[in-house]
């Protein structure tokens, strides 16, 4: 099945712009607030499962806008025969009340199980030229266990964090074994040689068997 695979919506009574990461679709400021407006912000990680049938994103935003929140970011992906969503939500404009209320009325949606929790604001500064660098990783080669174990222990040892990460699994076109791909973005800090990272990742990709592209977040080649 499919995991993280993301879905960006216009929600909350605004328009706003998609962009691509990672595999998956991004919604950002959908009510056009300044980042002073947004830091300020109450966030809330909501995540959400439970057996596919329309109308979850319905009930879920339809929460979210009677509580004057707004979708900052979404990953939604149907696994099985259930439903997945995960939601950045804001509250700049909600009372206390409201916010109180959207948790009461997000828990009591039929099927399905919800957490809500606040988290906060994560903003870089990107004049600052010891900041992280991005690159996405593209796996893919026949399925066998332990595989995305193997590329998420190596980049754990060396302290590279994940930003997104997806992965599915296929029949091949040809054959009867099932193909596995893995998509991510990570994060590498200043401290760590470029050089040597490609060198792992090659090592490893003649170990498992598997094709591993390196690119920029957008897709290009480095």
Do not use: C
């Amino acid at each position: 099945g499919t995991v993280g695979i993301g879905m960006g919506m216009g929600l909350g009574g605004g328009s706003g712009t998609l962009y691509r990461s990672g595999g998956g679709v991004r919604a950002r400021g959908w009510h056009g607030r300044s980042s002073e407006e947004e830091s300020a912000s109450t966030q809330m990680i909501i995540t959400a499962s439970g057996p596919d049938r329309p109308g979850i994103v319905s009930a879920l935003t339809k929460a979210v806008l009677d509580a004057r929140g707004n979708v900052e970011e979404s990953r939604m992906a149907r696994l099985g025969g259930d439903f997945s969503v995960m939601m950045l939500v804001s509250f700049a404009d909600s009372s206390p009340a409201e916010t109180e209320a959207f948790s009461a009325a997000v828990d009591v949606i039929p099927g399905l199980s919800v957490s809500v929790r606040p988290t906060r604001a994560q903003r870089r500064d990107e004049s600052d030229p010891s900041r992280l660098l991005q690159r996405r990783i593209f796996l893919h080669g026949p399925d066998f266990p332990g595989m995305g174990h193997q590329i998420t222990s190596y980049l754990s040892s060396e302290g590279i964090n994940i930003e997104t990460l997806n992965t599915d699994t296929q029949r091949a076109p040809f054959g009867d074994e099932d193909l596995f791909t893995m998509d991510l973005v990570i994060e590498i800090g200043p401290e760590h040689s470029m050089a040597r990272f490609k060198r792992s990742m090659d090592k490893l990709k003649h170990k498992l068997g598997v094709d591993i592209e390196i690119s920029d977040p957008e897709g290009s080649a480095v």
